[in-house]
């Protein structure tokens, strides 16, 4: 395997984790955007102010909940990504030093 390779598929693994943390975001932002539609949506029916209130509240901070764990959902498996690679970024430069010395590393 080729530096270019390794680079190559170092690139593609980051390039996919980056990805992973986007999709997080973007589901979080649209989280929120519903929970600010459905909170709307209780401000316009015929409630009272309080009850109006609470349940905004209620509603946003469910949604800001839910989009607090997508995104952590997506940061552990990006980690997780990336921590693969260095695993195998690892196994190839062992690879690469015995092909070179001829020695047999462990």
Known sequence: MSVEE????????EAQAEKVLEDARSKA???????K????????A?????????????????AEQKAEQEVGEAKKKASEIRNGVETQVGK?????????????LK
């Open 92 to 104: 190839v430069v062992d690879r690469i030093v015995s092909a070179v010395t001829g020695a047999e």
């Open 6 to 13: 390794i680079a190559g598929s170092v690139e593609s693994i």
């Open 46 to 62: 015929n409630l009272s102010l309080d009850e109006v209130k609470k349940e905004r509240e209620r509603i946003i901070k469910q």
């Open 29 to 35: 932002s649209a989280i929120i955007l519903k929970s």
């Open 37 to 44: 539609d459905d909170a709307e949506k209780v401000l316009d």
